[in-house]
């Protein structure tokens, strides 16, 4: 049995990473050795998707599952009740609060995660950066681009992103990056969880 399941997992793997390399190759177009200066320019759209990736993918996680917990809280209910706790008119309302193309934003949800002592103001503010990280990444192509307003033509330009003061494009940062939000998210898991 082992052996089929392990077997299955090569075989997934094999599938993904092929899957991935014509992704790649399509998108990027990084293997063409006419033209290095196209291969340059994609390389570094290739790394500002990677990071975007990064910030996108742990605001989302954080968003997901503060909305649960929210109402989990607000509907008194645990995790596994939730589905049958939401189908009641009011549950569905605050569900369409919350959830949704017409629900309340990432800053008001954080409020409410406040006001209901599911998230501390440290943790808020901390939540409330990761947010404007994801609006520059949502809103900019190309991330590793200087910010000019405000400063003089001599002035050093800090890049787009960036987290407590660094480049976010820089692996040690991404890694302290990746570890403060990780942690967040785990402390909302556990009280998903409770």
């Known amino acids: 049995m082992k052996s089929n399941k392990s077997r299955s997992v090569e075989a997934k793997i094999t599938r993904l990473t092929h899957e991935i390399a014509e992704i790649d190759d399509f998108f990027y177009n990084i293997n063409d050795e006419r033209d290095r200066e196209q291969c340059a320019g994609m390389l570094e759209r290739k790394r500002d ?3 975007r990736s990064c910030v996108l993918q742990l605001h ?3 968003e997901d599952i503060l909305t649960e917990t929210i109402l989990c809280f607000a509907l008194e209910a645990k995790p596994e009740e939730l589905g049958r706790k939401m189908r009641g008119s009011s549950a569905q309302a ?3 609060m919350f959830v949704g193309e017409r629900s309340i934003g990432f800053i008001m949800k954080l409020n409410f995660a406040v006001a209901l002592h599911i998230l ?3 943790s808020k503010d901390r939540l409330v950066e990761l947010n404007k990280l994801r609006n520059r990444c ?3 192509w190309l991330l590793k681009a200087s910010v000019r307003r405000g400063k003089r033509p ?3 330009k800090p890049p787009l992103l960036m987290y ?3 480049d976010l494009h820089k692996v040690i940062v991404l890694e302290d990056f990746t570890h403060e ?3 967040i998210y785990l402390k909302l898991f556990g009280k998903y969880c409770k």
């Open 120 to 122: 501390n103001k440290k």
């Open 94 to 96: 605050l569900g369409n």
């Open 181 to 183: 939000y990780g942690a």
């Open 60 to 62: 989302t996680a954080i």
């Open 164 to 166: 407590r003061g660094r």
């Open 49 to 51: 998707d990677m990071v």
């Open 138 to 140: 949502s809103h900019n």
């Open 154 to 156: 001599k002035q050093k």
